[in-house]
């Protein structure tokens, strides 16, 4: 073999060490990393969306509301059942618990607060009747026209929806409304029993002069 073609394959073998070490290269440069377990992000715990639900829940309990939307809130306590179990365990779960509970009351207490403020209205407006009936308004102004404010605010307060502000005032206006009727049947009562008192005195008196006249003309005789 000829110097000539020895160095061409000298020439050539280097060439092709050059090109795998390239490719060697490229393809460690480009292998991809391994893989490892995803990091773990921390849930919090859904103390916001606890104590929000047991706020609700305490009003809802306070005013009985569950009786005008019992189904409501027989799904809102099991969704907040849920979330307490969860609570600290499954924070994602118990999120979403406590969301649905919160949703739940909230339909009690919009279902339930109109009507029962409508109720304790009803028996405002009845025991107003009865001092109106026995004229407290006049009889006892002092007492009719406080019960009376109580009763214009307590509607005022239903209307912007201030329920526990306005179920407090209704209850007040009724027992004040009662108060100002006892107070005018009792004083109507005392005039009554004056007048009585004033006709027994004047019957006697004319039974006395008839006697007394009867008396003269006999002595006359």
Request: net charge positive; with cysteine; aromatic share 8%.
């Amino acid at each position: 073999m000829s110097r000539i073609r020895k160095r061409r394959r000298a020439w050539l073998v280097g060439i092709l060490v050059l090109a795998a070490a390239a490719v060697f290269t490229v393809s460690c440069a480009t292998k991809p990393a391994p893989v490892g377990p995803e990091p773990t992000v921390e849930v919090p715990k859904p103390e916001k969306e606890y104590q929000t639900a047991k706020e609700l829940r305490a009003t809802v309990t306070q005013f009985n509301l569950d009786r005008y939307e019992a189904d409501a809130f027989k799904k809102a306590e099991a969704s907040f059942k849920d979330g307490e179990k969860a609570y600290d365990k499954d924070n994602v779960k118990s999120k979403a618990a406590f969301d649905k509970a919160i949703a739940g009351y909230r339909q009690v207490l919009d279902g339930g607060f109109p009507v029962l403020a409508g109720e304790r209205r009803k028996s405002a407006e009845d025991a107003k009747a009865e001092a109106d009936a026995l004229k407290a308004a006049v009889a006892v102004k002092a007492d009719y026209a406080a019960a009376l404010s109580q009763y214009n605010q307590a509607i005022a307060a239903a209307d912007s929806k201030d329920y526990p502000k306005s179920l407090g005032l209704f209850d007040q206006s009724e027992a004040g409304f009662a108060a100002a009727a006892l107070k005018a049947r009792q004083l109507k009562a005392r005039a009554e029993g004056s007048i009585d008192a004033v006709k027994e005195n004047l019957a006697e008196a004319e039974k006395q002069a008839a006697e007394a006249e009867k008396v003269r003309e006999e002595g006359g005789l």
